[in-house]
């Protein structure tokens, strides 16, 4: 399937569905399958897996809806399956008051595990902001998270990018919460 042809957005509604993206090994197989078809060999060489450890997870996926067989091919008598992503972008629940954020779990996983010496940026900084200026930034950011992904190009190396926009609990907040 042309990557023209994919949906916009799969949004993630079932519990099935949450257990799949919330795998961190199924995020890296997704986020390979974001800009290429792959079969299960080429994923499990590409992942680190054993194949059958890759064909598990692809299935799971697959039950899922968030991959799915895009071309299939023979190969010495045997069906090849090239899996890509149902959708161009996944969204996530809303985790709930204290429920854990999957998406920036996963995030500070695939930054942790690149090599020390490569580049990245990373930078936190603490703003303070009208309502106006809060929404007019997460505009923004949206925006230029979209231009960079229409200027993506499959035969370049991956890059991500992860923004978090929110207004973090207060400390008196948290303070009661604690008692």
């Given at each position: 399937?042309?990557?023209?042809?994919?949906?916009?957005?799969?949004?993630?509604?079932?519990?099935?569905?949450?257990?799949?993206?919330?795998?961190?090994?199924?995020?890296?197989?997704?986020?390979?399958?974001?800009?290429?078809?792959?079969?299960?060999?080429?994923?499990?060489?590409?992942?680190?897996?054993?194949?059958?450890?890759?064909?598990?997870?692809?299935?799971?996926?697959?039950?899922?809806?968030?991959?799915?067989?895009?071309?299939?091919?023979?190969?010495?008598?045997?069906?090849?399956?090239?899996?890509?992503?149902?959708?161009?972008?996944?969204?996530?629940?809303?985790?709930?008051?204290?429920?854990?954020?999957?998406?920036?779990?996963?995030?500070?996983?695939?930054?942790?595990?690149?090599?020390?010496?490569?580049?990245?940026?990373?930078?936190?900084?603490?703003?303070?902001?009208?309502?106006?200026?809060?929404?007019?930034l997460a505009a923004r950011l949206?925006?230029?998270?979209?231009?960079?992904?229409?200027?993506?190009?499959?035969?370049?190396?991956?890059?991500?990018?992860?923004?978090?926009?929110?207004?973090?609990?207060?400390?008196?907040?948290?303070?009661?919460?604690?008692?």
């Amino acid at each position: 399937m042309p990557a023209d042809d994919l949906p916009e957005t799969f949004h993630v509604t079932t519990d099935e569905q949450l257990r799949a993206v919330s795998n961190l090994t199924r995020h890296r197989i997704m986020a390979l399958l974001r800009f290429e078809p792959a079969t299960i060999t080429q994923i499990a060489e590409r992942v680190g897996l054993a194949k059958g450890s890759s064909s598990y997870h692809v299935r799971l996926l697959e039950r899922a809806g968030l991959v799915k067989v895009v071309r299939t091919r023979k190969v010495r008598g045997v069906t090849e399956r090239y899996y890509a992503m149902a959708a161009r972008a996944i969204a996530l629940p809303d985790p709930g008051e204290g429920g854990p954020d999957v998406l920036m779990r996963h995030a500070v996983a695939d930054l942790e595990a690149v090599p020390a010496d490569s580049e990245r940026h990373v930078r936190m900084t603490h703003l303070r902001l009208t309502d106006e200026q809060f929404a007019q930034l997460a505009a923004r950011l949206e925006a230029l998270a979209d231009e960079y992904r229409e200027l993506s190009d499959p035969s370049l190396p991956d890059a991500s990018l992860v923004f978090a926009l929110f207004h973090p609990v207060s400390r008196t907040q948290a303070e009661g919460d604690a008692k």
